[in-house]
């Protein structure tokens, strides 16, 4: 585990808030000293008067993004997990369906995106597909790593105890897959905004995606600039929430 | 000679016909090379000329006029469409024939694209309330029409009709300018700038952008062939069909391509301060239109 | 017993008394885990049969009657001490009696660490929690895969009394492995020497007469003499830095 105490020095906090600070202060000066700038890039405060001005818009179009991926991420993660369990039953199965869940993620998916649409129609079903789509493997290969890394003699002991698989799975598998698992969801839970944004280019009533696609269209830098912020921000938030889960498990994973 | 390049908003299509044609016959006379280079559904020759990516463009005049409105030091050297293709299909069977029948139904929304505004605007001249309308974010793709996702599809009438008819999907269009909405379609643009410092080489482009759909509208069948040169990859029998359409969307006023007229403009510019794209009186006509290159072309 | 296409361990019929204390000697590679393993049911001879109190091992599994120490004490990270001897007796189907797991605890000598989670312990620690966890509902049969190999030899010495001190007090039989031939003559009261090739039939030798050897004394002439006969067996032809005979102490 990353030692927080490094992300946490004062000496490091001050260093990253000067040079978001130094970012934002040149993105302000151009946008306010040259008209393309401007037109293209806006400037903070211009994008900051945008979003109080649209905040009604943006905030719907943020907690619409925010639901698709998070319920996305949660779709991926239950599905990880119960493939996980079918490695552990059915070590077999798992085998012969792991290639093939390899193989889904060979599509890039801006190309699946179009098609997704025509199967599940504009509304936000779709969404929560893509969103579960690219973020299930990370998730997936890494709780298929951790199940694979059990080691053979912790099993073993669960053996001569005649343990019932759920409690192996409960006492073993599981304390020793979390790293694995919280690894992958941490990749897993910018993606699933990606996933959603994605999908919203495609058709979307509303949503970060269709902002940003809209802005994209014409010349709306604010809404593009409050757009881009706004994934950002809700990539941040969710990735947050992972640590924040993480940090539930207690002193046994977070000290060790 | 110096080289230059035209930056169009979509995939190559039948109408770069008069593009492909001024290219190729008429460019070397005006002595520029001229090279028309594709867009995409997410490229913007707005922000693509803006940002010195290139000089020249080919955009929907309602977005250049809402650009122009925010202060972009952009302008209209020659109109392409001087009437808007944009018109809005319906199912033969859904008994759909005016706005007023969109009431109750799915109607698809190209979002970001002109057809957006002339949608809004020809709903407010019909006087239909648009509450009252299940108004959808569609993808470009057809097929989400044709499987019923929603009952009203935005379109240029030269081009998804095209693909309609070749699935023999049986299809009525309704056409907003029967609502009082007259757009313009796509325009010829530059920077400011470029009209001061490099106006010989705008207006060689004009000319020959003249001449090249001239040329068309009397040589369909050379200009296709010039077409198909140019991209082999395109459908030939579905091209053909829509450039059949096409050409009278550029034949200009007065049977003059690249020429409107300042009412025109004007009609677009109310248009949109009616539905607030733009605060009103916030653009003349003389801002985000120049019609000197043209007209010169055709005193030549 | 094949593996992998190699024969390991030939020719091997023994039987180890109950309440023996029965070291497995031998070089590297000989087939000394592989014995305990057939032993512990985890893995089946190509030929021949385990029997433990007349049945098969895997007979025995879920009764608390077979215990193995491996080498890692693969305890459960997520539980404290205390928690991991709960859980032990609650998969034993077992009720947890007032202060019974205190003294156990107190017992290996963890007297205090019962909210402590593995990842807080030592290695003598979680060795230690192991054997407590091993003995949790006194087992008849008790394997050792060389629990103690990464300790240092003082602390080895030290929970390898421990544990033939807790081995006599539940009348346990101990089958365990160990490269150290002395420490095999300190502890056992037989040593089964697999002799190096399975070039000669493997002896179970009762060390029942040699006198005791107390920590840091010079080896007596009888575990001399017995030290020798045991390299001799398992060693061979086998250069003799293959295999280890330290004096501890």
């Known amino acids: 585990m990353t030692d927080s105490r490094t992300v946490r020095d004062p000496a490091t906090l001050l260093a990253g808030a000067s040079i978001a600070v130094a970012i934002l202060l040149g993105w302000e000066i151009l946008g306010e000293s040259s008209t393309s700038v401007r037109l293209l890039l806006s400037s903070p405060v211009r994008t900051v008067s945008y979003v109080i001005g649209h905040f009604g818009e943006a905030g719907q179009s943020f907690l619409y993004t925010g639901m698709e991926s998070l319920l996305g991420l949660a779709v991926a993660t239950a599905f990880a997990l119960a493939f996980g369990a079918v490695c552990v039953y059915h070590p077999r199965i798992g085998s012969i369906s792991f290639p093939l869940l390899v193989a889904s993620q060979v599509i890039p998916l801006v190309c699946l995106a179009p098609m997704i649409i025509l199967v599940f129609g504009p509304g936000p079903s779709g969404k929560v597909f893509l969103s579960a789509l690219i973020g299930f493997f990370p998730i997936l290969t890494n709780v298929v790593s951790g199940i694979r890394s059990v080691p053979s003699a912790s099993q073993e002991v669960m053996l001569l105890m005649a343990a019932p698989k759920a409690q192996v799975i409960r006492h073993v598998v599981i304390p020793h897959c979390m790293d694995h698992f919280f690894a992958g969801m941490r990749i897993a839970a910018p993606l699933s905004v990606i996933g959603a944004i994605v999908a919203e280019f495609n058709g979307a009533d509303i949503g970060v995606g269709k902002d940003i696609f809209i802005s994209a269209k014409r010349l709306e830098p604010e809404l593009m600039m409050s757009g881009i912020a706004a994934g950002a921000i809700l990539s941040g938030l969710i990735y947050g929430l992972v640590l924040l889960l993480e940090r539930r498990l207690g002193p046994w994973y977070w000290e060790r | 000679m110096p080289a230059v390049e035209l930056r169009q908003e979509w995939f190559p299509n039948a109408n770069f016909a008069g593009e492909v044609s001024a290219a190729k016959r008429f460019a070397g006379a005006e002595k520029i090379q001229l090279k028309v280079v594709p867009g995409a559904e997410d490229v913007d020759p707005i922000k693509v000329v803006l940002s010195k990516g290139a000089d020249f463009g080919v955009v929907g005049g309602d977005l250049l006029v809402a650009a122009v409105a925010k202060g972009a030091p952009l302008v209209a050297i020659g109109v392409a469409n001087v009437k808007s293709p944009t018109c809005f299909l319906v199912k033969s069977n859904s008994g759909i024939k005016s706005p007023a029948d969109f009431v109750g139904k799915r109607v698809g929304i190209l979002a970001g694209t002109n057809t957006e505004r002339v949608y809004q605007l020809m709903m407010k001249r019909a006087g239909i309330d648009r509450a009252k309308i299940k108004e959808v974010q569609v993808p470009f793709e057809l097929q989400t029409f044709v499987l019923g996702q929603y009952d009203v599809r935005p379109a240029f009438i030269y081009d998804e009709p095209v693909s309609l008819e070749q699935q023999n999907i049986a299809y009525e269009v309704i056409d907003p300018a029967k609502w009082g909405v007259h757009f313009t379609g796509t325009v010829y643009f530059t920077r400011r700038d470029v009209l001061d410092t490099k106006r010989s080489v705008a207006q060689a482009l004009v000319t020959t952008l003249v001449k090249g759909w001239t040329f068309t509208i009397a040589n369909p069948d050379a200009s296709f062939s010039d077409l198909m040169a140019a991209y082999p990859t395109l459908k030939k029998d579905r091209e053909r069909r829509s450039l059949q359409l096409a050409l009278p969307y550029f034949s200009g006023e007065n049977n003059k391509p690249l020429t409107a007229s300042a009412d025109t403009w004007r009609a677009m510019i109310g248009g949109l301060e009616e539905i607030g794209v733009i605060a009103p009186h916030s653009v003349q006509v003389e801002q985000v239109w120049e019609p000197s290159l043209v007209n010169h072309a055709y005193a030549q | ?249």
């Not at chain 3, 497995?24 to 032993?39: E, H, I, N």
């Not at chain 3, 001399?224 to 032809?237: F, K, N, Q, S």
């Open chain 3, 1 to 249: 017993m094949s593996l992998g296409g190699r024969t390991v361990l030939h020719n091997l019929s023994l039987t180890i008394p109950s309440g023996a204390s029965a070291a497995v000697v031998g070089v590297s590679g000989v087939g000394k885990t592989t014995l305990l393993r057939c032993v512990a049911g985890l893995l089946t001879p190509t030929t021949g049969r385990v029997i433990i109190n007349g049945q098969p091992p895997g007979a025995l599994y879920g009764q608390g009657a077979l215990a193995f120490l491996f080498q890692e004490a693969c305890l459960w990270r997520h539980l404290t001490a205390r928690q991991t001897l709960e859980l032990t007796l609650k998969l034993y189907g077992l009720p947890a009696h007032n202060g019974e797991i205190e003294k156990l605890l107190s017992r290996v000598g963890l007297s205090g660490f019962d909210s402590y989670y593995p990842h807080r312990m030592s290695v003598g620690m979680k060795a230690r929690l192991a054997i407590a966890r091993a003995f949790c509902v006194a087992p008849s049969v008790l394997l050792m895969d060389e629990p103690f190999a990464a300790l240092d030899p003082l602390r080895r010495l030290d929970l390898n009394r421990q544990v033939q001190t807790m081995r006599r007090e539940a009348g346990c039989t101990v089958m365990w492995v160990t490269h150290d031939v002395v420490e095999a003559l300190q502890f056992a009261t037989h040593v089964i020497a697999l002799p190096h090739g399975n070039s000669k039939p493997v002896e179970l030798l009762d060390l029942g007469t040699l006198p005791a050897i107390a920590d840091g004394a010079s080896l007596p002439a009888e575990a001399l003499a017995m030290r020798d006969r045991l390299l001799e067996t398992i060693v061979g032809d086998t250069p003799v830095e293959d295999v280890s005979a330290e004096v501890v102490g």
